[in-house]
């Protein structure tokens, strides 16, 4: 039901604004709009920020209601806790905040190169471009699954990094290995 939904909710989308949803937008137009304010002539040389308006749209809206929305239904279900390192993470991997941060940077880095080096947002790729069948779209689809499966194969399966694992197959800044007697 959620995927019915979901696909008139992208079929709404194109006919009222004549734009797939996508996240990164709003992002896009923060940026313009910040450039605008503070720093005008280059705004107003730079093709990109044309393209973009220095304008609130629908979708920082949008993105605002999913932030909000997906905060008050986890405080409603009782669901809602604030933690930095989540429970497998530190059951693998310890209770280091600057370890999880690191793999977290590397991880959404990762991901966003992948994105534009597809030509298109993370969002937008799997979103829009799955559902106007583009090619490209479905190969990065294709690349976050198998990324995710092979990371949680060397991270959890492996235990490549383990807090007291000796011999780390990856570079970890983070890694300090086991005092020896």
Known sequence: MAGVSF?????LSFLISK????????????????????FKDH????????QY????????????????GSFISSRLSGDFHLRSVPTLWKSFFGQSRAKRLFWTFVGGFLV????????????G????GVTQLGVGAFVFLQAIVTGGILTAIVFYRFNVFKKNH??????DPFFQP????
Do not use: D, H, M
């Open 7 to 11: 696909a008139l909710v992208e079929i």
């Open 19 to 38: 734009t797939p949803l996508g996240a990164s937008r709003a992002y896009v137009e923060t940026a313009s709009i910040i450039t605008s304010v503070f």
């Open 43 to 50: 705004a107003a040389v730079v093709e990109y920020y044309t």
């Open 53 to 68: 308006q220095p304008q609130i749209s629908w979708t920082a809206v949008l993105l605002a209601g999913v932030v909000t």
């Open 112 to 123: 966003a190169l992948g994105g534009r080096l597809g030509q298109g947002c993370i969002s």
């Open 125 to 128: 790729q799997v979103i829009a």
């Open 166 to 171: 000796r011999q780390p197959v990856l570079y």
């Open 178 to 181: 086991a005092n020896k007697p």
